[in-house]
């Protein structure tokens, strides 16, 4: 919407952080958005399939197809999904949707550029937040499944719990090792801070939480979608402003 202006119409399918993106379960009426869709944009690398095959089921095959994940972040399938946690993502991907527009409807490239470079510059604040939160030495810290960790990269934060992270993603058990690991990092105080994806549930994460709290360990809340009304650059300064307490060393 930003890059196109009045000349697009745009539907999320997914909107709000009260829906889990792996459990979503698409409507006949999504059906009938996409097969009318002119333009898919979807994350791909594993996370959303069922977008995948509801294209492959539509009978109209002239649709344009982002899958941001491979076409915009350069990832490949095995690769953390999560790929707007990446700074990178949100510039590359306005870049793209402003020439495959332009391409589209040649007489308004002049606007659509124009729009793209305008929400490029929009997210200086944001990158300015990186930098004034980034390490200036890498820093443990432990997640309960990889969200946020393109985020905690570009801010020189290590990941020391990733076997514990990918067994809640993927809703199985951690092993009773990785638990205890993680267990002992959390008394000892060996991370910064714990990263909590509300979107999910889990009795075995929330012990975690509440041990670190237990511990005096701040825990940093963090979501999959973007909550109801807010936009991409409200989402992530929310996410970062939990931050501004931990920067002292």
Known sequence: RAVGGENVEVISVLNGSNIDPHHFEPTPDTSRQIHEANVIIYNGLGYDDWMEK???????????????????????????????YDPATM???????????????????????QSAQEYIDSLAPLNELIARFKQAEPVSVAVSEPVFDYMLNALNYTVINER???????????????????TDDIKKGRIRFFVHNVQTESPIVQNMVNLARANQIPVIEVSETAPQGKSYIEWMTDQLGQLDRLTAP
Do not use: C
């Open 54 to 84: 509801l294209i492959k089921a539509s009978s109209d095959k002239s649709k344009e197809v982002i899958v941001v994940g491979k076409d915009v972040a350069d990832k490949q399938e095995g690769d953390n999904e999560h790929v707007w």
């Open 91 to 113: 510039p590359k991907l306005v870049s793209v949707l402003a020439d495959l527009f332009s391409r589209m409807d040649p007489a308004n490239e002049d606007s659509y550029r």
């Open 164 to 182: 514990f992270a990918k067994a809640i993603e993927e809703e199985t058990d951690p092993s009773p090792a990785d638990l205890a690991s993680l």
